[in-house]
């Protein structure tokens, strides 16, 4: 399958020609300590490492790129580790969705602008999955992905700890005085202990899962845990075979198809994804010239059962059961006469070739077709009169009693506000209010913050209530769960319809019809809307006036208008 020629290698252009710049590159590869004969007529592979040692979820990664190195040299190439920025779930203030889309511009000019033939990316923590892939389809060369991999289970006082999910659960039982300070700090210390990512099935095994049924990872990478020895070896692997896809020259665009990033949906669906997703799956095929729509989801969502019992939608593993239990690989067995098998992916193989022999060893953990977890995919999308561009819901993860809802809103038009009343003993509420809060979109928060999943007020939780109906423009952590609805599209800082929503406005939710309504006339709401005056732009400088001004709302993936491939010509190659 060779197609390519060292003389046609990208990289040749900066190091072949016998002229003065050729010359320089040469000499100052010399300078790092290279023969040419290590980096001459040979695929030069970047290695795009996004470690930091504020990264907790690729705490592993400055080890395992040497893997990576050892494999590529054993294929007969050249590989360089370039950092890359770390966006981290845990500590990116205010929010690490903020930042994707300077990662994806990152990756994008950094291949665009060295001598690199095949790019490695070595990401898992939440928005690092997207970023990198995002920026690498744009920039067009070979490519495959290597996922951080889940950390191990969490563990506390016997009890098995789910990232995220528990923090809540412990959060609100500690709220509701249940347990002590002794048992808080025991699950402080349990619930994270080793490096990888949060080993639920939250955005970054969603999102890690979704690039290995796109087929840009090793067939079934990511679910091996980060601390496996497997991972070390798989990420040898990638390292081989990067090397061989810049000689075969697969190209990302001939993988990342409508088919691939249908796939890729269907899986996620699969898997109870984190609702995280539908952002990020819609600015990837974006990206790659597809347009995978809101309604495109809410079809497979409808047709798609959930099989991976993994919290939080699943109801009892974590993704360490998940792997023991055959993976992705098996889960995707399951429902292979829905995917499009002919798909190419990294392996220069189809996906159905990929899942030849793939086995569940317990059909507890990945359900078959005839017993799901949920009969429907995990996710749902609304329209209506206050989200006439959508909004997305997670129906696994909440309570049926909201799936057809009235109630009384209840409006905070910031964080600091909302957080203030769910404190507050005596706020006067019922079990049926509908709590919202807006301004917390793209633009609002801003950069769409994790805010979705608003605490339950202490009034309500006193009466031993755990859930209740919750909209926002905000995104929610994919480990949350609860009867939220997300993604309110146009958002209301912009001045969609949330934005002229009061407090005591009869809000209906129907779920079974996909309507999401405010009990308000026309002619009130074109009231309001006259009245209502926009808010002043977030940013006055830097990456976040950039990111105001171009960010696209969430039915659009939340890219910048500029980065996607309607908008113009991409660069081409550097002049050298
Ligand atoms: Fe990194 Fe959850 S904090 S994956
Ligand atoms: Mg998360």
Redesign the pocket.
Known sequence: MTKKTPQDLRSARWFAPDDLRSFGHRSRMMQLGYAEEDFRDKPVIGILNTWSELN??HAHFRERVQDVKRGVAQAGGFGVELPSLSV???FTKPTSMLYRNMLAMETEEMIRSHPLDGVVLMG???KTTPGLVMGAISAGVPMIYLPAGPMLRGNYAGKILG?GSDAWKYWDERRAGNISDEEWLGVQGGIARSAG??MTM?T?STMTAIADAMGITLPGASSIPAVDANHLRMSASCGRRIVEMVWEDLTPDQIITEGACRNAAIVAMATGCSTNAVVHLIAMARRAGVDLTLDDLDALGRTTPLLANVRPSGKDYLMEDFYYAGGLRALMKQIEDRLDTSALTVTGKTMGENLAGAEVYNDDVIRPLDNPVYHEGSLAVLRGNLCPDGAVIKPAACDPKYYQHEGPALVFDSYPEMKAAVDDEDLEITPDTVMVLRNAGPQGGPGFPEWGMLPIPKALIKQGYRDMLRISDARMSGTSYGACVLHVAPESYVGGPLAFLKTGDIVRLDLEGRRLDMLVSDEELAARRAAWKAPERRFERGYGYMFSKHVTQADKGCDFDFLQSDFGATAGEPDI
């Open positions: 907790t979820c981290d779930e845990s898992g923590c939440d990232s990512t949060c939250g970054a």
